[in-house]
């Protein structure tokens, strides 16, 4: 929502002159933050998690789904980087390969990039075809023993190169994870909070698709250290089950949530989601005018202010 932008330093200070403490103590902010986020989330993900950074998000929502289904193994996309913890080095190939490799428990499918990929424009059923290549992964993981626990996905894969997967690939995949007992976790990290400017999470993208796990940083607290997991109470309650509570200290604090409900009031307040589709409209259009002049520019992709241009030799 724009550096230092003034609605963001107001709640923070008054909050702060306030009360800011762990969140084991009980605060207004955290219950009103967490009903004005669900509002923009199907309802069947109502259950949240507060935490510092999109790293810790998407290990909560790794442990989350390996306790619900009572399996190890995370299906991840070739190119992927889910943070910096080590158990998300772990589901990053854009990192492990660089590092110690890939784990045993760790299984990756090929981006759905229909410009570069395996599976191009040309393709009579693209989505299909790299949703089948999930299938045999989750196949040939089964004859060697192994159980899958989750999907594990940025809504619009990032680091991989600014990829729009083609609408229906997310509900043929979760078909087949959770044919396997799996669950579909889409991390909206960087594309998330109407960045995509058609909707305000990018996984809305595919149409009627709903994640079993969502996970939330960067945007969500303009550069405050916030992020969030949200997801079913089927999978809160068997997480409950252990008896281990989960607790962050810092995680959901009065401070925190009091910068969050800023963040989503100013969104609201200057249509900055149909602010994202305009301004990405334009600037694809002059970036497709470019590439009509340079042979280098082989692709213009995106959708709303999550663009990406593929070089070429």
């Keep these: 929502v724009g550096h230092c932008h003034p609605d963001i330093v107001k709640a923070a200070h008054e909050q702060n002159q306030l009360l800011n403490t762990n969140s084991r103590y009980l605060h207004d902010n955290l219950v009103d933050y967490a009903e004005r986020l669900s509002k923009t989330l199907p309802e069947k993900l109502c259950i949240f998690y507060f935490l510092n950074s999109g790293s810790e998000a998407n290990d909560l929502a790794l442990r989350l789904a390996r306790q619900y289904t009572k399996h190890e193994d995370v299906i991840v996309l070739d190119h992927a980087y889910h943070g910096h913890l080590t158990s998300l080095i772990d589901i990053s190939p854009y990192k492990f390969r660089n590092l110690e490799g890939q784990k045993e428990w760790v299984h990756v499918a090929p981006v759905p990039d229909t410009y570069r990929g395996l599976y191009r424009e040309d393709h009579e059923d693209s989505v299909t075809a790299y949703a089948d ?18 999907f594990f996905v940025e809504s619009l894969p990032s680091v991989g190169g600014q990829i729009i997967p083609p609408a229906g690939y997310f509900q043929k995949v979760a078909e087949h994870v959770h044919k396997a007992g799996g669950v579909f976790i889409a991390d909206e990290i960087q594309v998330g909070f109407g960045r995509v400017g058609e909707h305000f999470w990018a996984f809305q993208l595919q149409g009627d698709f709903i994640p079993d ?7 969500i607290g303009n550069g405050h250290p916030l992020a969030c997991v949200a997801t079913t109470k089927e999978i809160a309650e068997a997480f409950a089950a252990t008896g281990v509570e989960y607790f962050n200290t810092f995680g959901g604090n009065p401070v925190s949530c009091a910068i969050g409900l800023a963040v989503l009031n100013v969104i609201e307040k200057e249509h900055l989601q149909a602010h994202a589709m305009e301004v990405g409209n334009f600037l694809m259009k002059i970036l497709k005018e470019q590439q009509i002049k340079h042979p280098i520019i082989g692709d213009v992709r995106g959708c709303g202010l999550f663009i990406g241009v593929d070089l070429i030799k």
């Design 133 to 150: 290549e999930v299938k045999n992964i989750i196949e040939h993981a089964h004859k060697r023993g192994r159980k899958i626990a989750a």
């Design 213 to 219: 796990i969502v996970t939330m940083g960067k945007p």
